[in-house]
């Protein structure tokens, strides 16, 4: 399991990209933050895996609401982020990987946070299935890693296109384990972190002062 938020920064864990495995794999456990493995159970058939339950999130302190879910698909090199909603329409996210491996990159934007500004990367694996949850003021931003990546995403409010934004993903200090090799336009063009003036509080409430 990761470290306790507000441990220091761990080392990072050398894992083998060709093995299935999911976890925390380098920066600073984010307070919030909650990584849990998922059950897989296999038969004949094939496979089942529960993906959300409301009373574990809740017991995780973790904000259980969904409001909307998405699935996209990445091919290996591909990165998307880093995104996050500006308030009112700010939300918390939970994330899984149901085909392939990503490489999970989340960025705390909360002024005032324990952990403000900490990176955190995590490797999500199918093989291995894991489920991340992202509380609201944070960004979030993955690259694929195997051929293939599917993601489902779990959001806390509607998607608002006003205020839909992100900060760059190459601002941040992150050392992607593949050369960028497609970054859509919108993505390209997003602000960088330094210099950010975030809108967060410190439990990802809006900052007073902030619409």
């Given at each position: 399991?990761p470290?306790?938020?507000?441990?220091?920064?761990?080392?990072?864990?050398?894992?083998?990209?060709?093995e299935?495995w999911?976890?925390?794999v380098?920066?600073?456990?984010?307070a919030?933050?909650?990584?849990a493995?998922?059950?897989?159970?296999?038969?004949?058939?094939?496979?089942?895996?529960?993906?959300?339950?409301?009373s574990?999130?809740s017991?995780?302190?973790?904000d259980?609401?969904?409001?909307?879910a998405?699935?996209?698909q990445s091919t290996r090199?591909v990165?998307?982020?880093l995104h996050?909603?500006?308030?009112?329409h700010?939300?918390?996210?939970?994330?899984?990987v149901?085909?392939?491996?990503?490489?999970d990159?989340?960025v705390?934007?909360?002024a005032?946070?324990?952990?403000?500004g900490?990176?955190?990367?995590y490797?999500?694996d199918?093989?291995r299935p894991?489920?991340?949850h992202?509380?609201?003021?944070?960004?979030?931003?993955?690259?694929?890693?195997?051929?293939h990546?599917?993601m489902?995403?779990?959001?806390?409010?509607?998607?608002?296109?006003d205020?839909?934004?992100g900060?760059?993903?190459?601002?941040?200090?992150i050392?992607?384990?593949?050369?960028?090799?497609?970054?859509s336009?919108?993505?390209?063009?997003?602000p960088?972190?330094g210099?950010?003036e975030?809108?967060?509080?410190?439990?990802?409430?809006?900052?007073?002062?902030?619409?």
């Open positions: 399991m470290p306790e938020a507000g441990a220091g920064t761990p080392p990072a864990l050398i894992v083998d990209p060709t299935p999911s976890g925390l380098s920066g600073r456990a984010i919030g933050v909650v990584w493995p998922l059950v897989r159970r296999e038969d004949a058939r094939g496979w089942f895996t529960k993906v959300f339950q409301h574990v999130l017991e995780d302190g973790a259980p609401r969904i409001a909307e998405y699935l996209s090199g990165v998307r982020g996050f909603q500006v308030p009112p700010h939300h918390a996210k939970t994330v899984t149901v085909e392939g491996a990503v490489f990159v989340i705390d934007l909360r005032g946070s324990p952990t403000e900490a990176v955190a990367c490797r999500l199918a093989e894991a489920r991340l992202l509380p609201a003021g944070t960004a979030h931003g993955f690259q694929a890693v195997s051929d990546a599917t489902l995403y779990l959001v806390s409010t509607e998607h608002a296109p205020h839909d934004t900060v760059r993903f190459d601002s941040a200090g050392s992607w384990p593949i050369e960028p090799v497609v970054v336009e919108r993505d390209a063009g997003l960088p972190l210099g950010f975030s809108p967060f509080g410190p439990a990802g409430e809006p900052r007073s002062g902030t619409r």
